[in-house]
């Protein structure tokens, strides 16, 4: 029975971990629009889920009643869930980036722009 426990406190601070992660995108990328918002989330978590089938090392909680196994279990869990959801904020600002650059030079303009101030009067 402690382990049926130990799974439900892991999905719920899954969920927490989650919520928390997606407020800090929202302050922290606030020019990103709902459609790159979603897409960002979930590559986050399928990377997250990627790295939980690839073998990421979570405890086993399983009839277990040791406080600090469930900890290191959910400590690990947070881990991987922050990393996931990291690793989908760079692959969408590297992406932007990327067909930024590539539009920009199929149209023929130049990849750099530079500011020019305008005339005082």
Do not use: C
Request: hydrophobic share 55%; glycine share 8%; charged share 15%.
């Amino acid at each position: 029975m402690d382990g049926f426990w130990a799974g439900i406190i892991l999905m719920v601070l899954q969920f927490v971990a989650f919520i928390a992660i997606w407020r800090v995108e929202d302050v922290a990328l606030p020019r990103l629009v709902p459609r790159d918002v979603t897409r960002t989330r979930v590559l986050g978590i399928g990377l997250s889920a990627l790295g939980l089938l690839a073998g990421w090392p979570i405890p086993n909680t399983t009839g277990t009643t040791d406080i600090g196994v469930i900890a290191s279990a959910v400590l690990w869990f947070a881990a991987l869930v922050v990393l996931g959801q990291a690793f989908a904020v760079l692959a969408f600002m590297f992406a932007r980036w990327f067909t930024r650059q590539y539009v920009e030079t199929r149209r023929g303009h130049k990849t750099e722009t530079r500011y020019t101030e305008p005339p005082t009067k």
